[in-house]
């Protein structure tokens, strides 16, 4: 297991991190860190607004420098519909300050409730076409082994193999999928 402190160098960047929460904090935007007072990895809310959305119940977030700009506009969002700031008190003024020149003006303000227990987070992450070679190569090397030798012969190892070393992954899985459903399966897992 590594040490809490090693999550500063985790690279989140096809992961993005949601409170599964009810309440004031419902999908928020996480980040974890390393709080050395407990030497623990804990979660905290990313620095930005969340926005309702037009369209549905759910907000989206927005960085600093969206808001900044003005960027969030762009979004199918209405603030009238509710909106949530996150961040350290003078961020938060900040952020109000700015939304104020941009013509969001709420009528009512409060702080927002914080979860009393340990927050659930979901995960989002998306599989890059690094990963799908990777994942082709465990299953050659699985099918492989779990087949035997004879199987590395068949031509659905070509498909794979062309896989590992980048060819097309939803071509060549679908050309095989009539002879070999469960790599299709597999196919279809892997692109969600």
Known sequence: ????????????????????????????????????????????PVDGVAIHNTGDHEFTHFAVEE????????????????????????????????LAAQGVTPTT?????????????????????????GIAKIAMNYLTSRQGTEFALLPLCGYLCGLVSGAGFQENLTDCARDFPVILRFRIAARH
């Open 109 to 133: 303000f409060r702080p927002l409730i914080a979860p009393v227990e340990d927050v659930k987070i979901e995960q989002e992450f998306f599989i890059t076409p690094l990963m799908q070679r």
């Open 67 to 98: 808001i900044r700009t003005g960027r969030w506009r762009d979004s199918a969002v209405d603030w009238r519909l509710g909106i949530r700031i996150f961040g350290p008190d003078a961020l938060v003024e900040e952020l109000r300050a700015m």
């Open 1 to 44: 297991m590594k040490k809490p402190e090693e999550i500063e160098k985790f690279n989140f960047e096809n992961i993005t991190l949601h409170t599964f929460e009810d309440g004031d904090f419902k999908r928020a935007k996480i980040e974890l860190y390393h709080n050395e007072e407990v030497a623990k990895v804990v979660a905290r």
